[in-house]
């Protein structure tokens, strides 16, 4: 799973229709002390809790959907739950 | 699910048949801030109504698929909504 | 799906047995305008007409065994359609 | 599989309830000389044995649910094995 | 499929039981030309065959498992052939 940041919503008027009512939210990747990493992706929220600055994690590919009611939706990414505190030891990280 | 932008086609004469009659649009995904990011990829429209210079947001992966009405065509990306307006909070986007 | 340009073939004597008989070709991932990106990969020919030079389009992951006869082949990367053209907005390629 | 060195663990009280119970590390992907490559990732314990500091290997992708007994929980990473030692032909590593 | 070298060998006793009497070997991916392209993964082998040095193909992601007599062994790569010979137009390469 990866570590993100949400930082945005997407609104679309147009969408399959197994999305109807399911909020799509935008999440930047992070390493575990903080830094962005990769680029930004859309995703579903199975916890139905994070919102705007939170970190969370979330799973990518078919698994994204597993956390939808419906496992047949479209979604690539979600979002599994919300980071109250990492522990890591600093000196592990890359510099 | 990965933001981008419809930039062109692909015609095709020699393919798959379980591809007769499907659109094959050229996207570039995009960063929330609409920066180009990444490579392009050919991709199929759930939608039925994405046009070039549209933002829309695609699943990768074998959920590509699901926006077909027949799942088992060989596809991996597919357009699943149009993007209306991005809400982001500028300030987490990375430099 | 990856826009690439066939640039060789592979041969293997030991090898899965459900590869006997199916051709190896090796394609560059190529960007709309021609350019190659990212790296080589081995892959199966759906339309058994691609050749050498040929500028293919092809998908990634579980969907490239179902270009062939037999789902359950051990492959990832399957060629779906030969490109006939592109139609693309080049003002809106990256750099 | 990936190899990779525990680094850390994180902390969720709302997660997806699939997840109630299991322990999530953090694990930065290694080279096989040592180096660290690639992003962190939170991931599953299949082995039940990883602790802080130790080099394991991972399997990604929806393969990642079948170290635990649930299958259809959500996760895209597992440890599978804790390595004792790696034999490698050091020349024959990327400078 | 990605063309790729035997570079060692990964001993493991704390492991995922599925994977009891399974040879775990160190590829580095390889471009055509033979160049080291990308981190070095730990593989299974489907050929039973490969050894140090060799060129291999691998499959990757779930493709990986049904390399092996058991499909739902946790294994993300497998080595589907061993190279003999790769025919590969050189000016096609990227530089």
Redesign the interface.
Known sequence: ???A?V??????????E??EGIK?L?V??L??DGE????????VD??A?AG??EII?M?????????LEKW???????I??????????VS???D
Chains 1, 2, 3, 4, 5 share one sequence.
């Open positions: 799973m990866q570590l940041k930082i945005g919503t997407v609104v679309a008027t147009e969408k399959h197994a999305l799509l935008i930047q990747p390493t575990p962005p990493t990769g680029r930004p992706v859309v995703t199975g916890t809790m705007p600055g994690f799973i990518g590919g078919r698994e994204g959907a597993l956390v047949f939706t479209p979604v690539d990414h979600g599994i739950g919300i980071v109250d505190d990492i522990y890591v030891a592990a990280l890359p």
